[in-house]
């Protein structure tokens, strides 16, 4: 068994505990997953099954989220999980007001991690150390933010805003909560999120564990094949000559590649004449050409 599934986690469950579940519903150990979830977050959580764990480091790294803000309460982990730090309730609090202050969390900007994260300082995971009361200086980290978008607004004694979130990885929804907090001047944590995109796979395609169960047990479960899970890397096509040297590890050089513009560093997706996927690869510029560098065979050729 060989594919991508693409998982709606649902509340309370780590992402490892996701994997272990699976491994119990298809029979399997080798699976893993890609872009972790909180235990208090759900939605969309890709998993990899058999030989396509390999690729799971070559899935682009857009995400998308629905999240709740709720304002006038911090808490020391940035979500409604943590420890209550503040609560002051804002009735006060507008819409335009909240509006007028989210462009500052859209770009490329710079924002402090929660305490309660799986970054490591020191070889320690912050929430390890945050458990066992130590003041750490969480380090700063320079994430992209494509987008916001207001979804709908409650007043109230503890006002909420729904969003909607489109990000590059390792972009942190509890940082823009509680920074959004900050402000408009009321402080907030996150109330709800739910992951809506993650690495190509969107949520109106996931499956539930029920479902994955019921579809395992009837022999009819289908998992995404690479090219679905890959379609935003581009294609390089060799002959199957070529193709043959490749997947025994060789540097290829050709003359010429069918891209409009090649970057060394970037990865392809391989193609052989009959257009099977067989790995991937990276590239050089040379004097005759290019060199083809294999990085990972998914397949031998023929």
Same mark, same amino acid.
């Given at each position: 068994?060989?594919?991508?599934? &693409?998982? &709606?986690?649902? /509340?309370?469950?780590?992402?490892?505990?996701?994997?272990?579940?699976?491994?119990?519903?298809?029979?399997? #150990? #080798?699976?893993?997953?890609?872009?972790? /979830?909180?235990?208090?977050?759900?939605?969309?959580?890709?998993?990899?099954?058999?030989?396509?764990?390999?690729? /799971?480091?070559?899935? =682009?790294?857009?995400?998308?989220?629905?999240?709740?803000?709720?304002?006038?309460?911090?808490? !020391?982990?940035?979500?409604?999980?943590?420890?209550?730090?503040?609560?002051? @309730?804002?009735?006060?609090?507008?819409?335009?007001?909240?509006?007028?202050? /989210?462009?500052? $969390?859209?770009?490329?900007?710079?924002?402090?991690?929660?305490?309660?994260?799986?970054?490591?300082?020191?070889?320690?995971?912050?929430?390890?150390? %945050?458990?066992?009361?130590?003041?750490?200086?969480? +380090?700063?980290?320079?994430? !992209?933010?494509?987008?916001?978008?207001?979804?709908?607004?409650?007043?109230?004694? $503890?006002?909420?805003?729904?969003?909607?979130?489109?990000?590059? @990885?390792?972009?942190?929804?509890?940082?823009?909560?509680?920074?959004? *907090?900050? %402000?408009?001047?009321?402080? %907030?944590?996150? @109330?709800?999120?739910?992951?809506? $995109?993650?690495?190509?796979?969107?949520?109106?395609?996931?499956?539930?564990?029920?479902?994955?169960?019921?579809?395992?047990?009837?022999?009819?479960?289908?998992?995404?094949? =690479?090219?679905?899970?890959?379609?935003?890397?581009? #294609?390089?096509?060799?002959?199957?000559?070529?193709?043959?040297?490749?997947?025994?590890?060789? #540097?290829?050089?050709?003359?010429?590649?069918?891209?409009?513009?090649?970057? +060394?560093?970037?990865?392809?997706?391989?193609? &052989?004449?009959?257009? !099977?996927?067989?790995?991937?690869?990276?590239?050089?510029?040379?004097?005759? *050409?290019?060199?083809?560098?294999?990085?990972?065979?998914?397949?031998? &050729?023929?």
């Amino acid at each position: 068994m060989d594919g991508f599934l &693409n998982l &709606n986690k649902p /509340l309370g469950f780590t992402s490892h505990d996701c994997v272990a579940k699976l491994r119990r519903i298809l029979g399997t #150990k #080798k699976i893993g997953h890609a872009g972790t /979830l909180d235990p208090a977050a759900s939605g969309v959580l890709p998993i990899a099954v058999g030989r396509v764990t390999r690729l /799971l480091q070559y899935l =682009p790294s857009q995400k998308a989220y629905q999240a709740t803000v709720r304002f006038g309460i911090t808490t !020391d982990s940035d979500d409604l999980e943590g420890q209550v730090l503040t609560e002051l @309730a804002a009735p006060q609090l507008v819409q335009d007001a909240v509006v007028q202050a /989210l462009p500052q $969390f859209q770009g490329h900007i710079q924002q402090v991690p929660p305490a309660f994260s799986a970054i490591q300082v020191d070889g320690q995971r912050l929430y390890a150390l %945050a458990r066992a009361g130590k003041v750490v200086d969480v +380090p700063m980290r320079e994430v !992209d933010v494509y987008s916001i978008e207001v979804l709908a607004w409650r007043s109230g004694e $503890f006002p909420e805003i729904d969003l909607a979130i489109s990000c590059g @990885a390792g972009t942190y929804i509890r940082s823009i909560a509680r920074d959004l *907090g900050e %402000a408009v001047g009321t402080g %907030a944590t996150l @109330a709800a999120l739910c992951r809506t $995109f993650s690495s190509g796979f969107g949520f109106d395609q996931s499956l539930t564990f029920e479902q994955v169960t019921e579809s395992a047990s009837d022999g009819t479960l289908q998992l995404a094949s =690479p090219i679905v899970a890959l379609t935003g890397l581009d #294609k390089i096509e060799l002959s199957d000559e070529l193709a043959r040297r490749w997947c025994f590890g060789q #540097k290829i050089e050709v003359e010429s590649l069918s891209l409009a513009s090649p970057q +060394p560093e970037v990865a392809y997706r391989v193609h &052989n004449a009959a257009q !099977d996927f067989l790995g991937i690869t990276k590239v050089e510029p040379i004097a005759s *050409g290019w060199r083809c560098l294999p990085q990972m065979v998914y397949q031998h &050729n023929g």
